[in-house]
């Protein structure tokens, strides 16, 4: 069973930096597109970052576009989501997420494998 495994998250102040690392295990990292959504209380999960398999293809939502950057080391089986110039409204919990279908737009529809979450909170 491929399962993704976030760390990286925790608690920073306004205007710093994190960054999120996902590794996979039960499988390998270079079969799937990999990407980040974050949820807020009591809302649905949002869309935050997809990068294709061999990272040709980078898809950032509009508001973490200049702030966030999504990488990804296929050797290391991890990838990354570094975010910078962080703002009260970052903080949610953020999942891994991988698929299988390259080709498809990742959305909480077409994922195959979700991560167990990582909390993220920005002070003001």
């Known amino acids: 069973q491929v399962q993704p495994v976030e760390s990286g998250g925790g608690l920073v102040q306004a205007g710093g930096s994190l960054t999120l690392s996902c590794g996979v295990s039960?499988?390998?990292?270079?079969?799937?597109?990999m990407g980040w959504f974050r949820q807020y209380p009591g809302t649905e999960r949002e869309f935050v970052a997809a990068?294709?398999?061999?990272?040709?293809?980078?898809y950032l939502v509009d508001s973490v576009k200049g702030r966030f950057t999504i990488s990804r080391d296929n050797a290391k089986n991890t990838v990354y989501l570094q975010m910078n110039s962080l703002k009260p409204e970052d903080t949610a919990v953020y999942y891994c997420?991988?698929?299988?279908?390259?080709?498809?737009?990742?959305?909480?529809?077409?994922?195959?494998?979700w991560g167990q979450g990582t909390q993220v909170t920005v002070s003001s």
């Open positions: 990068i294709s398999r061999q990272e040709h293809n980078v």
């Open positions: 997420a991988a698929m299988r279908a390259d080709w498809r737009p990742m959305t909480v529809d077409t994922v195959d494998y």
């Open positions: 039960g499988g390998t990292l270079s079969s799937y597109k």
